[in-house]
């Protein structure tokens, strides 16, 4: 399922304006991503992300709100949990303890 789309003509996007501007946790690579699914999960959308940043594949993606510094819900609607236009942190998961 392609969240993130390219070079789609205008007529056979989904919800076109939903955009994105994402920086990787060290704020060197960042992303802006337009035609964006928001009916797709979050963490779809943050594994889709660290792939067109080059960012490891090894290693499993989430989304940080970068005005609300909360976690996004990876199995929830990213559009149900950000407005578009939004800058996210496309963080790794870590489970510490």
């Given at each position: ?13 989904e919800d076109a304006d939903f ?79």
């Open positions: 399922m392609n969240v993130i789309a390219k070079d789609t003509p205008e007529t056979e996007r955009r994105l501007h994402a920086n990787d946790v060290t704020g060197t690579v960042s992303l802006d991503a337009r035609d964006i699914q928001p009916s797709a999960p979050a963490g779809m959308i943050a594994e889709a992300m660290a792939s067109r940043m080059q960012l490891p594949s090894n290693v499993p993606w989430m989304l940080r709100s970068d005005r609300t510094g909360a976690f996004l819900e990876e199995d929830q609607p990213i559009g149900d949990q950000i407005e578009t236009g939004s800058r996210v942190v496309v963080t790794p998961k870590t489970h510490l303890g």
